[in-house]
């Protein structure tokens, strides 16, 4: 299952996110967005868990549970929506 997260501290490591989903099972990859410009981190991410029931159990646990002291928000990822090409000059 891939599970959302986010209103991620702008610190948050992947690693820290594959630690704390982690303790619910196996973690298959781990991913936080950043800006292609700055390499900053936009504030959110994603876990890929293959285990549903696990994956069910950590979005129950840590939906609104701090990380690096701000509550996250922990959900499944929805699919991303097609946008339309926008032209190029």
């Known amino acids: 299952m891939n599970i959302y997260i986010g209103n991620l501290e702008y610190g948050v490591t992947e690693d820290q996110l594959r630690d704390a989903f982690g303790e619910f099972g196996e973690v298959s990859s781990s991913n936080i967005i950043t800006d292609k410009f700055t390499g900053r981190s936009k504030g959110f991410g994603f876990v890929e868990m293959p285990n549903d029931e696990e994956a069910n159990a950590a979005i129950d646990a840590l ?3 701090e990380l690096n002291g701000r509550p ?3 959900n499944q990822a ?3 929506e097609e946008r339309p090409a926008r032209p190029r000059y």
């Open 63 to 65: 939906n609104d549970a």
């Open 72 to 74: 996250i928000r922990v």
């Open 78 to 80: 929805r699919p991303r």
